[in-house]
């Protein structure tokens, strides 16, 4: 099923700036993946695309991803996705960007996250235009 929410495009911290052609770029992409399609059309699903950051040219998987050490084996990737060894070099027009899928904010004492959903961080090449590292998990 097609998740008919609107889609939230978030430059983080407002700390990226982006080309009209590479956001619509960005947008091509990601539109179709599976991880803006993951729930059904009635469902209230509120889903944010945050614009991390651009990754250096040549850096390592791991410092191009927002995981540290302690943590990022425990990360999985979801199905059908890639995931590239931490220690590989990344080359190319290169983003992280981080995908909320937000079924329920928490507030207060809730989650420790704010919300309740699923987070991923998603390694892209808009040069061409591809997805190179999908990792996340479940906010509870």
């Given amino acids: 099923m097609i998740n008919k929410q609107p889609i939230q495009w978030i430059p983080k911290d407002n700390c990226i700036d982006l080309t009209d052609s590479e956001l619509s770029q960005l947008k091509s992409l990601l539109k179709d993946s599976p991880l803006l399609q993951f729930y059904p059309a009635k ?12 990754i250096p040219n040549g850096s390592d998987i791991l410092n191009a991803t ?4 302690d943590f990022v084996d425990q990360v999985k990737s979801p199905e059908g996705f890639p995931r590239l060894p ?3 070099r990344a ?3 290169l983003l992280l960007v981080e995908i909320l899928h937000i079924t329920k904010n ?3 004492m ?7 959903g699923y987070y991923y961080s998603v390694i892209v090449d808009l040069n061409p235009a591809k997805i ?4 996340g998990q479940k906010m509870t």
């Fill in 86 to 88: 931490l220690n590989s």
């Fill in 66 to 69: 927002i995981w540290n050490l």
């Fill in 132 to 135: 190179l590292d999908v990792r």
């Fill in 106 to 108: 928490s507030g207060g």
């Fill in 91 to 93: 080359e190319g027009e």
């Fill in 43 to 54: 469902s209230k699903v509120k889903i944010q695309v945050e614009i991390s950051k651009r």
């Fill in 110 to 116: 809730g989650s420790y996250f704010g919300y309740y």
